[in-house]
């Protein structure tokens, strides 16, 4: 079967080797997938299909490869793929039902899309008619456009990340790229994420890309689907890369002669080298694909047959060989006022009458009149109210008016199955007869309810999850660390933050106190241990013992290191004073010192920044270890000072 590209990601998929064993394929992820075989492995991770045995279905997981999952920002990055994703419901985008970890397993689970690429299919066929092409754009660009409403960028638009289902659904794939849009932020820079052939000059030169750059995007795979060819072709990633910022992309009328002028004024309005000549967003260019496709004749491509042989209906207007509006009036006012008409022949055959021209003319206007008046009061003043629900409600409006309707928008209202900013009812509702110019009441959807996460801050944990099931919502993952202020086992914040909102139902997340722990301040100098301890209100004692290690550091402490400990306690720090036997540190004797091993100061950072003192050491000829301790950006310790020799290891703590 073919790979169904929501699991394309970035990176290419390779082959699936059906001779090697699997070790997950049997195995239950989470207590809920069971997964029943791989169907293709990329570099970022591997796809199954597996059986939601809660929910009964068949669902896709991918799952992160094991080296990238022991990478937490990697996994924070897997995971905002999730949340990104999980949060557009439109049905040209696949959808992502969960996101969990299994051990060292770190899966989604999202929707199973048999189908073919637009790849595949360009692959197989070539070039596409002007309509086909279209067709196949109006659902991408209703998908992108979505997900630019909600702040999202692709980045990565190309055939390989389209779908075409088995039933004829189209399916925007692979967010896995996308990040949250901030307002003042378009996006972070420096960072280059995408596909050379497709990519925006505003992401070559300066890595920056905000709609308008899957607005290029979604111009050049037009261009393609129109063609057959990509705009530029180069015998390496940067001469694709220089022709997208110096060269325009040409009409596709010159490569296809055949291609329609509404076509390659879209693509070239897309394709602007000038971000700010572009269409803003991707609904904006699905305004104008739309009505590109209006204006198509019918035989840009191919024509479906027609289905239910339904009479037309008539308009009222008099022509050959069609009745009047009305034909028992007409002709009965005709006769009797064409009388004079009809008997003329016999009347100039008697000599006795000459027709009169002018009646002849008025009965034709009247007849035309009463034709005409038979069209006005039948349909010509009514129109059908269209079908808008489901529609985004710019588009939708747009469609409306074109049409001869006036449009007003009323108060949105919260729906659990139309997403935000989609009409949810019309008024006069869909299918109604109305006059023309009749006003038409959108009705918005709101989405789904959003409620506020309640402050639970300094609550139990039983307490919060009342607090939090009372308002609607669920205790997701439930989380704690060490806190010197707050008391063990109390809420010391939640994700999202208190305030947020959240969609009805949805989880929040607990972070709970752990309590104050035992600081870690083994091999630390005794006196910067003691000092430590003191500001954060221990009650620390030393005793000195025989050993080895560097006299005056810290060779063991009580209570141990991460014990739970609580504020003014006493601790006792054994410090070594060095062996019996004369032993000295290579650095404190000079004698001791191998040629070429001259001592050199050590740098003292302590108080310091620990990013400032680490290359402050490194640059001194040093080797660093990091400790954390306080949890702070500064350093509170540093182990050994004085003199040694450049390649020696300096601890310190922060």
């Known amino acids: 079967m073919c790979l169904p590209s929501p699991w394309q990601t970035a990176r290419k998929l390779t082959p699936v080797d059906t001779t090697v064993a699997d070790p997950l394929v049997g195995r239950v992820l989470d207590g809920r997938y069971r997964v029943e075989s791989r169907v293709a492995r990329g570099g970022m991770a591997a796809v199954y299909l597996a059986l939601d045995i809660r929910l009964d279905r068949t669902v896709a997981l991918k799952v992160m490869h094991r080296s990238l999952a022991e990478d937490p920002d990697f996994v924070r990055r897997f995971i905002g793929e999730a949340k990104s994703v999980a949060s557009l419901s439109h049905p040209n985008v696949v959808h992502v039902f969960d996101q969990g970890t299994d051990g060292e397993h770190v899966y989604l689970s999202m929707e199973y899309v048999p189908g073919r690429t637009l790849r595949d299919v360009l692959r197989d066929r070539g070039r596409l008619p002007a309509r086909e092409a279209l067709e196949i754009m109006i659902p991408v660009l209703a998908a992108l456009g979505a997900a630019h409403q909600a702040g999202m960028v692709h980045r990565d638009v190309k055939p390989e990340n389209v779908l075409l289902t088995d039933d004829g659904r189209v399916k925007v794939v692979d967010f896995g790229l996308a990040r949250a849009v901030d307002a003042g932020n378009q996006t972070k820079t420096g960072v280059m994420i995408g596909t050379i052939a497709y990519m925006s000059p505003e992401q070559v030169t300066a890595g920056v890309a905000d709609a308008r750059s899957d607005v290029y995007a979604a111009g050049v795979m037009l261009f393609e689907l129109l063609t057959g060819h990509q705009p ?158 489901g529609q985004n409600v710019t588009i939708a409006a747009s469609e409306a008016k074109k049409q001869g309707f006036k449009v007003r928008l009323g108060p949105a209202e919260h729906d659990d199955k139309v997403a935000a900013d989609r009409v949810l009812r019309t008024d006069p509702e869909s299918g109604n007869e109305v006059l023309k110019g009749t006003t038409i009441t959108l009705i918005p959807s709101a989405g789904k309810v959003k409620i506020a996460v309640p402050n639970v801050v300094n609550l139990s944990e039983s307490d919060a999850r009342s607090k939090i099931s009372d308002v609607g919502l669920a205790v997701g993952l439930v989380s704690r660390v060490p806190s010197d202020t707050v008391q063990r086992g109390l809420v010391m914040r939640t994700s999202p933050l208190v305030g947020n909102k959240v969609t009805k139902g949805g989880k929040v997340q607990l972070v709970l106190s752990a309590g104050q722990l035992m600081p870690d301040v083994s091999e630390m100098q005794c006196d910067q241990a003691e000092a430590f301890l003191r500001q954060k209100g221990y009650q620390p004692a030393v005793v000195q013992q025989t050993d080895k290690a560097q006299p005056g550091t810290v060779i063991a402490q009580s209570p141990s290191a991460r014990a739970e400990v609580t504020a003014g306690q006493a601790v006792q720090l054994t410090c070594s004073k060095g062996p019996d036997t004369g032993f000295h540190w290579p650095w404190e004797n000079p004698d001791n010192v191998q040629p070429g091993q001259a001592l050199v100061p050590i740098p003292d950072v302590r108080f310091k920044n620990v990013s400032d003192a680490t290359r402050e050491l490194r640059a001194a000829g040093f080797r660093v270890r990091v400790r954390r301790i306080a949890g702070a950006g500064a350093v509170v310790a540093e182990n050994p000072l004085g003199q040694a020799p450049q390649g020696t290891r300096i601890t310190i703590w922060h």
């Open 232 to 389: 530029y072709q180069g015998e390496n990633p940067m001469s694709v890369a220089y022709r997208h910022v110096h060269d325009r992309v040409p009409a596709p009328s010159s490569l296809a002669a055949d291609v329609p002028p509404p076509l390659d004024a879209l693509v070239l309005s897309a394709t602007d080298r000038d971000q700010n000549r572009r269409p803003a967003d991707a609904t904006a260019l699905l305004v104008a694909a739309v009505e590109a496709h209006r204006v198509l004749p019918r035989d840009m491509g191919p024509q479906r047959p027609p289905t239910g042989a339904a009479a037309p209906r008539s308009s009222g207007v008099l022509t050959a060989g069609a009745p009047p509006a009305n034909p028992t009036l007409i002709h009965s006012r005709t006769e009797m006022l064409t009388a004079p008409a009809v008997a003329a022949p016999e009347a100039r055959r008697r000599g006795r009458f000459r027709p009169n021209w002018f009646i002849v003319a008025l009965v034709l206007v009247m007849i035309a009149g009463m034709a005409a008046s038979g069209w006005w009061f039948s349909e010509g003043r009514y129109a059908k109210v269209p079908d808008l629900l």
